[in-house]
């Protein structure tokens, strides 16, 4: 713990310096701008003081630190500052990996706890090096990139209101841009395209890759095709993207899902969209293996290739999963109690369903297949993996597009779910059941 606390204090003054600013772009402009440099030196310092008692570590944190900064010559309200951002320290990473950033209620919560801008500043700068600091190959440019989206739409918020007019003001800029980019494409097509997508999309991909699902679908509907996989890479973020698309299917994410773990490749994130003709735009972001683009691009090929196998009834994805299973190698010593938690309170429009368990391979495998078992519609999915503990966090409706509150049912989904987390060899072999219902289409605002 003391070799991690000086390491964080190490990549503060790498960033003060100005030496990470093409690793960490973001913190290394607003360390400038903060307000006080002392407050964020002793958190860092204190951050996990109370790491292995019993009680959470960061509220421990909280209360040492309102006792011993005095004796540092800190004032009551740096104090205070240093305390809130010990006991807070952990949150900015956990909503970043494991939330929906597009949901505006995710965001509204994450502001109201905040309240200011120094403290966003802070938590950020905090966070980064925190996670830096873990050690080799905890650090990936995608997490940069989600505390990067994290940061600007609290920031917005924050500073100026973020109200459903703004949002829609967004939404119609999207749609502009866009129409931009392809407007060498016949008015009546590109406005038929443009219509295909519901204000959810528009507020989660950015313009590049609007501009490759443009093209990946037009192509698709010219040559009649029912299926079509892309493949990016994103050095920076260190991760390989690849999006389906396919006429809507309730399997798609956990076809994809199985695809990865034949490959062997970690998804570190899922979004899913449906379009209005109703086909489904689904894209995984897998942690980058290779430094070669052509290794990369090879193993990419091979998961795509795999889910147009699956989709086609080519390959049994349960029974290859089932061959692959069990624990991984470094995970094999640790025991982590498999948990499950409905909340009905962090959105406006979704049932928030998050599963935390041994991460082995085929987890996320099982759990997508019991959500459609359990007939729910999976908004967007979100993976994050904290040592030898996953979270997977789901953002599910039923098949009417509402939220699951009915109380047998949650409770049906939290012990369906339960069992999935502790799956059996036996178990994961057996054959998915067919569906009987196609996933409907969500547009979330």
Not at 36 to 54: C, E, Q, S, W
Not at 66 to 85: D, H, K, M, N, Q
Not at 104 to 115: E, G, L, S
Request: proline share 4%; aromatic share 6%.
């Amino acid at each position: 713990m003391d070799e991690h606390l000086l390491r964080t204090l190490g990549i503060l003054c790498e960033i003060e310096g100005g030496h990470l600013t093409e690793d960490h772009p973001l913190a290394s402009t607003l360390i400038p701008t903060i307000q006080n440099r002392t407050a964020l030196y002793v958190t860092l310092f204190l951050h996990d003081i109370a790491k292995g008692r019993p009680e959470d570590h960061s509220v421990a944190g909280a209360r040492i630190a309102r006792r011993i900064c005095p004796r540092f010559g800190l004032s009551a309200s740096e104090t205070e500052l240093v305390a809130w951002l010990i006991e807070e320290h952990l949150t900015m990473s956990m909503i970043a990996q494991s939330r929906d950033l597009s949901d505006r209620k995710t965001i509204a919560d994450f502001a109201a706890r905040v309240q200011t801008l120094e403290r966003l500043k802070l938590l950020l700068i905090l966070t980064v090096c925190d996670i830096r600091a873990v050690g080799p190959g905890v650090w990936n440019g995608w997490k940069g990139q989600l505390l990067r989206t994290l940061y600007y739409e609290t920031e917005v918020l924050i500073t100026g209101g973020h109200s459903q007019a703004a949002r829609e003001m967004r939404v119609a800029a999207a749609r502009e841009a866009l129409s931009h980019a392809i407007a060498d494409w016949p008015d009546a097509e590109r406005a038929s395209y443009l219509d295909l997508h519901y204000p959810a999309y528009w507020l989660r991909v950015e313009l590049e890759r609007q501009v490759g699902h443009a093209h990946m679908v037009r192509a698709a509907q010219k040559a009649g095709s029912r299926l079509s996989t892309a493949i990016a890479m994103h050095a920076f973020e260190g991760v390989t993207e690849v999006t389906v698309y396919a006429p809507d299917h309730p399997r798609l994410l956990s076809v994809l899902a199985g695809a990865c773990v034949v490959a062997g490749a970690d998804i570190v994130d899922a979004q899913i969209h449906t379009t209005t003709d109703g086909h489904a735009l689904d894209t995984i972001f897998v942690r980058r293996e290779f430094s070669d683009d052509a290794d990369e691009r090879r193993r990419a090929d091979r998961i795509a290739a795999t889910v147009e196998q699956a989709l086609e009834g080519r390959v049994e994805l349960s029974r290859v999963i089932a061959e692959r299973g069990g624990p991984r190698e470094r995970t094999k010593p640790f025991r982590v109690p498999p948990e499950v938690t409905i909340d009905n309170r962090s959105s406006d429009r979704f049932t928030v369903i998050e599963a935390s368990a041994l991460d082995r391979p085929g987890l996320l495998f099982d759990l997508t297949r019991t959500l459609a078992d359990l007939s729910l519609d999976i908004g967007s999915a979100h993976i994050a993996t904290f040592g030898e503990r996953a979270v997977d966090v789901f953002y599910v409706t039923d098949l009417t597009g509402a939220k699951v509150t009915n109380a047998q049912r949650i409770g049906r989904i939290r012990r369906q779910l339960e069992q999935s987390l502790v799956v059996s060899e036996e178990n994961r072999s057996k054959p998915a059941a067919r569906p009987r219902q196609r996933r409907k289409a969500t547009g979330t605002a």
